[in-house]
């Protein structure tokens, strides 16, 4: 069992497949970003990129890309300044109440 982890290990960290896993890690994080969209919707979204990788690479992209998904949405709505927690959909409708909200606050410093 020790010999398939150690296995495993050094499959994960080649350099073609780590440079893959980063690569995932970059595309999860500018997609987690964006409100609304959470670790299921990029998993979805990135299914058609890896049909052409290998099972080793196209698991390390996906599981590089769902790790980070799930604290930038926390990065999010601290820029909007709203204190949603929970699901991408409601940090996004709460952004959206905050700019209502704001519009009116202060109705001068509309655009």
Not at 48 to 61: G, L, Q, T
Not at 70 to 75: Q, V
Not at 97 to 109: F, K, L, T
């Amino acid at each position: 069992m020790f010999d398939s982890f150690i296995q495993g290990l050094f499959l994960v960290l080649e350099w073609q497949t780590f440079l893959i896993m980063l690569l995932g890690i970059f595309l999860g994080f500018w997609v987690g970003l964006l409100p609304g969209l959470g670790g299921s919707t990029t998993l979805a979204l990135m299914l058609p990129f890896i049909y052409k990788m290998s099972a080793v690479e196209a698991f390390a992209f996906l599981l590089g890309m769902h790790s980070v998904v799930a604290t930038t949405g926390d990065i999010t709505s601290v820029l909007f300044g709203c204190r949603a927690k929970g699901p991408p959909r409601r940090q996004s409708s709460m952004a959206m109440r905050w700019q209502r909200g704001a519009r009116r606050a202060a109705p001068w410093a509309q655009r």
